[in-house]
């Protein structure tokens, strides 16, 4: 056996044993299993609603977990402790943007977006600009971060089993891929939602496990955080407000009030699980649950990073080169100091690929139901089509949605640093998408064409700011101080404790990792601007340009909008403002009452088929 105290310099650690491969397979084979006897029990249920939303009669517990696990994923728990690990506790602050982003999404968006009984979260574009060029837009720019990030996922747990096994990480992209996608194209989203149960639990369970004998190997929570303090781990104030400086209070709370405003607002796997219910304040209660168990795994999470960095903090992996990523930190620890406990190490990767598969999952389902709803339904080929036949489209779609994943996942090895590269693409895209809905709902009287210029114009500035920052590198990612003396006992030699690069081919070239803290005489670009603000900048230049764009072309009258589009009060708004600066209008009836749903509906079938002048 090995304590945690023992240093183990050797470049070939422990591997699975067969009680690991066991615990692995079992999860697998449980999450497969899931999905077929999903498949089995509804096949009486053939309707498009029952495949993509469950038939909207989901119990709320199982879709709690799915709308957690869908949003969590191995880039949390790898890429969460990573940061602790290297860069200090700064980044737990996110967890207070959370806060304000719940309130938003539960109270002003999710009323809205709930009520119209979509399948499609993307149809609320078209309903409400009455675009459907618009509405095509936004889909295919989900579609495009939907695989990209399911490529992102799939890849970040092949770390982990690739440090644990002789599995090439393409092997692994390709074998967990495909069991994934077998279980969404038969199952739909009931076999998501409850292998969702499964893998979440699993989520939580196999890093609690890690972390708990760890801590108690060390000696407790208190030496855990003496280490994280001697270290210089320990930063909640960083006050600064420069937006060059990668991690501060006003950048990390930023980048939680994004992640929680477009991940769980406007997202279509998020918008599926609250679609799901039948209710809004079920609904409403979902979001408040999923802050809740967001705080929780993160937290979890986070705490792990400090623990692997008391337990490494004389002899670090990576600076040694026994690790070349930086996000293979935890399977590191995990076979290096628990593998003289049989299950353990399979207990961690099941809990990584639990993570992943369930991201994947959700994801891929819903790639299928945008393709069906806003580009397939509505063509003649498929109008006159049964349900039966809609059905198995959407199985084979998301088929397809399973491969482009698996493709995206095999060249995502090449893309560096997982936290920073998932919030990074996903802020340049889906922050000018959230502005677009937001703008739609808060800004009534914005158009069509001021909200197409504003997205467009958004997406441009975001994709140029951060394509400049990969090709000219920006700041270097200053890392805390890490130490190799505890290694020198043992035959290692190194020089200066700089980092050592195993990774040529990386776009995020290693060389960005420095232990040299930027003494700021540089001259600070655009590029160099931090990753945390780039989903906030997007939401903030689409909802700005889009006001001023329809100011500028003709603003929306409040008759001329679809009933139950817009927020109650930024409605009434709107009708102040409009009689203030155009004059009294002919009221139609009442436009943004929500309680009559019948005839709310009513309106919304009439609005489809309206002429508004203005429209693309």
């Known amino acids: 056996m090995s304590g945690l105290n023992d240093v183990d310099v050797g470049l070939s650690g422990p591997t699975f044993t067969t009680v690991d491969y066991a615990v692995f397979s079992l999860m697998l084979a449980a999450s497969v299993g899931i999905g077929v006897y999903s498949a089995l029990k509804g096949r009486g249920n053939t309707s498009s609603e029952d495949y993509l939303l469950g038939g909207r009669t989901m119990s709320p517990v199982p879709v709690a977990f799915s709308l957690l696990g869908g949003v969590i994923s191995a880039i949390s728990i790898l890429g969460n402790a990573t940061e602790m690990y290297f860069y200090g506790t700064q980044l737990v602050v996110s967890l207070l943007g959370f806060l304000p982003g719940c309130v938003l999404v539960s109270q002003v968006t999710l009323p809205v977006l709930y009520n119209l009984k979509l399948v499609s979260v993307n149809d609320y574009i078209e309903l409400r600009y009455r675009s459907r060029a618009l509405r095509k837009l936004v889909t295919f720019l989900q579609l495009l971060t939907t695989t990209l990030a399911m490529g992102i996922f799939l890849y970040a747990p092949s770390l982990a089993l690739s440090a644990v096994t002789s599995l090439p990480t393409?092997?692994?992209?390709?074998?967990?891929?495909?069991?994934?996608?077998?279980?969404?194209?038969?199952?739909?989203?009931?076999?998501?939602?409850?292998?969702?149960v499964l893998q979440t639990s699993l989520m939580f369970l196999g890093v609690l496990v890690v972390v708990v004998i760890c801590t108690l190997d060390l000696g407790g929570v208190g030496v855990v955080w003496d280490s994280a303090l001697q270290g210089s781990r320990v930063e909640f104030l960083n006050f600064d407000t420069s937006p060059f400086v990668r991690h501060t209070v006003w950048s990390t709370m930023s980048l939680g009030c994004f992640i929680m405003i477009f991940f769980t607002g406007f997202q279509q796997t998020s918008y599926q699980r609250f679609a799901c219910v039948n209710t809004l304040r079920t609904a409403k209660t979902l979001c408040v649950v999923f802050v809740g168990g967001l705080y929780l795994l993160w937290l979890l999470f986070f705490f792990c990073g400090l623990v692997a960095y008391a337990i490494y903090k004389d002899c670090d992996p990576f600076t040694s080169g026994r690790i070349s990523k930086q996000d293979q930190i935890l399977p590191f620890l995990v076979m290096d100091k628990l593998s003289y406990l049989p299950g353990v190490p399979g207990i961690f990767v099941a809990a990584v690929y639990g993570a992943v598969l369930s991201s994947f999952s959700s994801y891929g389902n819903s790639m299928a139901c945008m393709v069906w709803e806003d580009f397939l339904k509505d063509l003649s080929c498929f109008k006159s089509k049964s349900e039966k036949t809609?059905?198995?489209?959407?199985?084979?779609?998301?088929?397809?949605?399973?491969?482009?994943?698996?493709?995206?996942?095999?060249l995502a090895g090449q893309l560096g640093s997982l936290f920073q590269l998932i919030n990074t693409i996903t802020g340049a895209l889906y922050g000018p998408l959230a502005g677009v809905f937001l703008a739609g709902i808060c800004t009534p009287w914005v158009n069509a064409k001021g909200a197409a210029m504003g997205c467009i114009a958004s997406i441009m500035f975001c994709t140029w700011s951060v394509v400049g920052s990969f090709i000219y590198g920006g700041s270097p990612k200053v890392s805390l101080p890490l130490s190799t003396q505890g290694c020198q006992e043992n035959g290692w030699s190194f020089v200066n404790n700089t980092f050592i690069t195993f990774n040529s081919t990386s776009l995020f070239a290693d060389t960005m990792y420095t232990s040299t803290p930027d003494d700021g005489s540089s001259v600070k670009t655009i590029y160099d601007i931090s990753y945390c603000y780039t989903g906030v900048i997007g939401v903030l230049m689409t909802f700005i340009l889009s006001s001023f764009f329809s100011l500028c072309t003709g603003p929306l009258s409040p008759s001329s909008l679809a009933e139950g589009v817009v927020n109650p009060t930024c409605g009434r708004l709107h009708k102040w403002l409009w009689q203030v600066f155009r004059g009294p209008e002919t009221p139609s009836s009442h436009c943004y009452d929500l309680k009559d749903e019948s005839n709310h509906q009513q309106q919304i079938v009439r609005g489809k088929v309206e002429d508004i002048t203005g429209a693309i």
Do not use: E
């Open 170 to 196: 393409s092997a692994s992209v390709v074998i967990m891929g495909a069991l994934c996608t077998l279980y969404i194209s038969i199952g739909g989203v009931k076999a998501v939602v409850y292998t969702d």
């Open 390 to 410: 809609s059905t198995n489209v959407m199985k084979l779609l998301s088929l397809v949605a399973g491969v482009l994943g698996i493709g995206a996942g095999l």
